[in-house]
């Protein structure tokens, strides 16, 4: 089933904070998070495994809260290369932290000046 | 390495004709992945690959969508009597084994008109 994610789009001022958040109904192994700018490739951000992990590079970090089955984004002092529109991807296992994906909807990220 | 390559990056089809698509992966990533996105929408499973085997094909997937992925090394997807619904963007993603998030290429844009 395919995760659901929230906000569906959010505007930010260069600097702000935003969460974006990523709910499943079934039982998550992992989530994956990535960033795909218009017209181009999702490029991947981080992967978060079954443990409730936190992880976090720059000013991007995530969490992942396997009893809830909900994953959260969290951009700080955002930068204008922060636009983009994020997906979460979850795998139920079987094989792999890698295994297929599910994507989110995606949520619209716009970092204004 | 020069990362994901697939091509040709955009096609244009009359409805019934075949189409083939080829991705080349990340040379050292055994596994390879096939998803499909239309605007607005998260990336879809549609199949996936460890070296030469095709280890599972969506059940949305119907029979005139085929994938091969001979000797292990690039892919192709190939539809046969498109239809107007096959028009969306078709991505190709790689991943080592056991390893880290996608690798996804710049995709192959589908038009059927």
């Known amino acids: 089933q395919q995760p659901v994610q929230s906000p569906q789009a959010v505007i930010l001022r260069e600097g702000e904070d935003a969460v974006i958040n990523c709910s499943s109904s079934?039982?998550?192994?992992?989530v994956h998070w990535y960033r795909q700018k218009h017209g181009e490739a999702p490029v991947f951000l981080m992967i978060l495994l079954k443990g409730g992990e936190q992880k976090g590079h720059d000013k991007i970090s995530a969490s992942f809260n396997e009893k809830k089955q909900q994953s959260s984004l969290y951009l700080t002092a955002s930068q204008l290369s922060y636009s983009g529109t994020y997906f979460c991807?979850?795998?139920?296992?079987?094989?792999?932290?890698?295994?297929?994906?599910?994507f989110g909807k995606g949520t619209l990220l716009t970092v204004n000046p | 390495d020069t990362g994901v390559s697939q091509n040709p990056r955009h096609k244009i089809t009359k409805r019934g004709q075949n189409v083939t698509f080829r991705c080349d992966p990340i040379s050292e990533h055994n596994r390879l992945y096939w998803y499909r996105q239309t605007l607005g929408q998260g990336p879809e499973f549609l199949t996936y690959f460890q070296n030469e085997a095709q280890l599972e094909k969506s059940r949305l997937l119907s029979d005139r969508f085929s994938a091969e992925r001979p000797k292990g090394s690039f892919s192709t997807l190939e539809i046969q009597r498109t239809e107007q619904g096959d028009s969306a963007m078709y991505l190709c993603?790689?991943?080592?084994?056991?390893?880290?998030?996608?690798?996804f290429g710049s995709g192959t844009r589908l038009t059927v008109v």
């Open positions: 991807g979850t795998g139920g296992g079987g094989g792999g932290s890698n295994y297929k994906l599910t």
């Open positions: 993603a790689s991943t080592p084994t056991g390893g880290d998030g996608y690798t």
């Open positions: 079934k039982a998550l192994y992992s």
